[in-house]
């Protein structure tokens, strides 16, 4: 039962995510006035066609063989397989002003921003279990070690370090930090953006104190280790009795859930940049294997992790969806750029050959996240 359970998550999450990204493609479009030819889920043959609206509007709702991604197909006059009437004209994607078409390519990676949040605020509204910020004892010769922290303490309040460290960190502004996973994501945005903090922390005996971390405190990115190690701030374990709720009204959650996705976008970003300066392992690229696994897993716990991994892979794919790399979202803003600071665009035999380069390197990025994934599930 667990392949079949694995194989439907997988096939749910692409089928959710997918289709609220292209949605997004879709419904920027239609407010643009841009007339939508195809809304395709998968790629491949057509397995099921669906028309809807008049002769001269009507969109194919198309679901294709390959179930992994999907498009949104416009009516294009660069398009050399498109005959266009004067009549449609007007609804021409490549005749809208730019800052329209821009919007529209956009619109698909905000999609999954916005269904990210939307995810985070359910688990939110309905309650989502949560560790408590208890800290264990940290490891010898780490930072917490070296400021004192000991087991049992717990990790209460949050700011970053002010331009003056050591000023005034007493006083207030703290941030409540609610739940071991705010205080990881917290330290996470920290360490990438190499910005020192201050923790407000309540002992077992009730007292309070602050711990002060500077930046060069703070463990430089490396793929071989472990920077949570490094720093010693890890969590408690705890049983069952000790988990805490955290249960929003709907505008805090909302607004709680907002927060945490910008903070994950940072994070995240900073995480693909160091893929380029070596900080970040291109041994972490995870494939459809690694993304299957994960969905199984996550759905067998429960509907909040299902609806957590969703929020997450949604984010990623929004990011990923805006490197300005030929053929994704991110490279058609490159050439609105462009073409806002040239006054032209580019030419369609050049954007042609930025495809296949673009192509090329996806091909390469997926047959590399391909073979990390068989790695991890054969040879360790």
């Known amino acids: 039962m667990h392949p079949l359970i694995t194989l439907l998550a997988f096939i749910a999450t692409l089928g959710i995510l997918v289709t609220f990204h292209e949605f997004g493609h879709y419904l920027a479009a239609r407010c643009c006035g841009v007339r ?56 021409a994607f490549d005749l809208k002003p730019l800052w329209q078409r821009s919007i529209i390519v956009a619109a698909g990676p905000l999609a999954n921003f916005v269904l990210a949040i939307l995810l985070f605020a359910a688990i939110y509204l309905r309650g989502a279990p949560q560790v408590p910020s208890f800290l ?32 005034n960190e007493e006083e207030g502004g703290f941030d409540p930090i609610l739940s071991w996973n705010a205080l990881r994501w917290n330290l996470q945005d920290a360490i990438t953006a190499r910005q020192g903090f201050v923790l407000e922390v309540l002992a077992p005996s009730k007292d309070i104190y602050i711990k002060v971390i500077q930046k060069a405190d703070l463990p430089r990115l490396d793929p071989d280790s472990d920077p949570f190690l490094t720093l010693g701030l890890l969590p408690a374990p705890i049983s069952a009795d000790g988990m805490q709720v955290l249960k929003l009204g709907p505008v805090d959650a909302l607004v709680y859930a907002g927060k945490r996705v910008w903070q994950i976008t940072k994070v995240s970003t900073r995480m693909m940049l160091g893929f380029l300066t070596g900080n970040t392992s291109f041994k972490q690229l995870g494939g459809p294997l690694s993304i299957a696994d994960m969905a199984g897993k996550s759905v067998q716990v429960g509907w909040q992790p ?75």
């Open 306 to 380: 299902f609806l957590g991994f969703l929020a997450l892979l949604s984010i990623s794919i929004g990011l990923l969806n805006l490197v300005p790399l030929p053929m994704l979202d991110g490279g058609q803003l490159l050439y609105d750029a462009w073409e806002l600071v040239s006054g032209k665009r580019i030419s369609i035999s050049m954007q042609e050959h930025f495809q296949k380069i673009g192509f090329f390197l996806l091909i390469s990025m997926s047959l590399l996240a391909l073979f990390n994934d068989l790695q991890r599930y054969f040879l360790s």
């Open 136 to 167: 264990q004892a940290p490891p010898e010769n780490s930072v917490a070690a070296r400021l004192d922290i000991q087991a049992g303490d717990r990790v209460i309040g949050w700011k970053e370090l002010g331009a003056t460290p050591g000023a």
């Open 36 to 91: 939508v030819l195809r809304f395709s889920l998968g790629f491949g043959k057509a397995i099921f066609t669906y028309r809807f609206g008049g002769n001269q509007n009507a969109t194919e709702w198309v679901i294709a063989s390959i179930p992994l991604g999907g498009y949104v197909k416009l009516l294009d006059g660069r398009d050399r397989q498109q005959l266009i009437s004067e009549i449609d004209r007007t609804k």
